[in-house]
Nanobody, 111 residues
Framework: QVQLVESGGGLVQPGGSLRLSCAAS????????MGWYRQAPGKQRELVATITSSGLINCGGAVKGRFAISRDTAKNTVYLQMNSLKPEDTAVYYC?????WGQGTQVTVSS
């Protein structure tokens, strides 16, 4: 069974940075699309960034220019580098690979 394990969330001050990681097991990593969504309290799940199997990247409008997605196929890991964080970035961040989802990791941006 495919497993996705996320890490890297936490509390950060506005303007700070975090890097989320999502390690996948039991999946041929490079053949699937993968990415990150987020969900804030009382809001719908929102696209953050995705990367296709061929490496095409799409970022949500709210994070363009601040967040970057990348992957390491040797490590079966997808990353989300988050810079210039804002309070409105506070949410649970979920990674996915193909049809599989991680458990989510909390990111809180607050002073």
């Amino acid at each position: 069974q495919v497993q996705l394990v996320e890490s890297g969330g936490g509390l950060v001050q506005p303007g700070g940075s975090l890097r989320l990681s999502c390690a996948a097991s039991r999946v041929t990593f490079s053949t699937y699309a993968m990415g990150w969504y987020r969900q804030a309290p009382g809001k719908q799940r929102e696209l953050v960034a995705t990367i296709t199997s061929s490496g095409l990247i799409n970022c949500g409008g709210a994070v363009k220019g601040r967040f970057a997605i990348s992957r390491d196929t040797a490590k079966n890991t997808v990353y989300l580098q988050m810079n210039s964080l804002k309070p409105e970035d506070t949410a649970v961040y979920y990674c996915y690979v193909d049809k599989y989802w991680g458990q989510g990791t909390q990111v809180t941006v607050s002073s």
